[in-house]
């Protein structure tokens, strides 16, 4: 093969990755879920609060979707997990920067796997006088759920159980700019 049509795979191409959802999928699937919270929002004081940094890419897309008036604000948690699995500590490394009392707060994460960092979440905000909260998420792995009344709201999608990259979510730090949710196939490679 000549050289100038070898393709040298870049982050986007990356053969380690295998597509879970695609770009239009994903695209289709925010559309709907802004749908439903403008629909439920309607004359609502509405704040969407993302946690950080997994969920900044749905929350940027989600937003956009929703035809409301609305403000937003993040939190930054660290939940002390070892290799596998979450502990069920959060510390809070970073707050929302406005009162939430009398308002109508939707939690945007990135994915809920065991239900522990969400729960602890839950319980800090609920002493915070909100009117409302619930919770958005683009991912549900509800296989390894240890907090099985956790209730999300507004799901994207139910997934496997199994570790994905991508639209936000990262392994060490990377991979949060994949436009698709990706799933690596040798993480030795990555
Ligand atoms: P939980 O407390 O086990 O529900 O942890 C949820 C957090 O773990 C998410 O907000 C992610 O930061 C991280 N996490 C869980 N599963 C995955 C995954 O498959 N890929 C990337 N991050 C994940
Ligand atoms: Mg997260």
Do not use: H, W
């Not at 994903?26 to 993302?50: F, T």
């Not at 937003?72 to 490394?93: P, Q, R, W």
């Amino acid at each position: 093969m000549p050289a100038s049509t070898i393709q040298k795979s870049t982050e986007f191409t990356n053969t380690n990755l295998e597509v879970l959802l695609s770009e239009a999928d994903i695209k289709r699937r925010v559309a709907e879920l802004g749908k439903q919270i403008a629909a439920d929002y309607a004359d609502k004081d509405l704040v969407v609060v993302g946690v950080l940094k997994g969920s900044c890419v749905f929350l940027a897309d989600l937003i956009r979707a929703v035809d409301l008036p609305l403000t937003i604000d993040f939190m930054a948690v660290s939940s002390y997990k070892d290799a596998t699995k979450s502990s069920g500590d959060v510390e809070i490394l970073k707050d929302v920067s406005q009162p939430l009392r009398g308002k109508d707060v939707i939690v945007v994460e990135d994915i809920v796997d065991t239900g522990l960092t969400l729960f602890r979440l839950l319980e800090i905000l609920g002493s915070r006088g909100a009117t409302s909260i619930k919770i958005a998420s683009l991912l549900d792995k509800p296989e390894p759920r240890i907090k099985k009344e956790l209730k999300i709201d507004y799901c994207g999608f139910q997934i496997p159980n199994k570790f994905v990259v991508g639209y936000g979510l990262d392994v060490a730090g990377r991979y949060r700019n994949l436009p698709f949710i990706g799933v690596v196939k040798n993480p030795e490679l990555a």
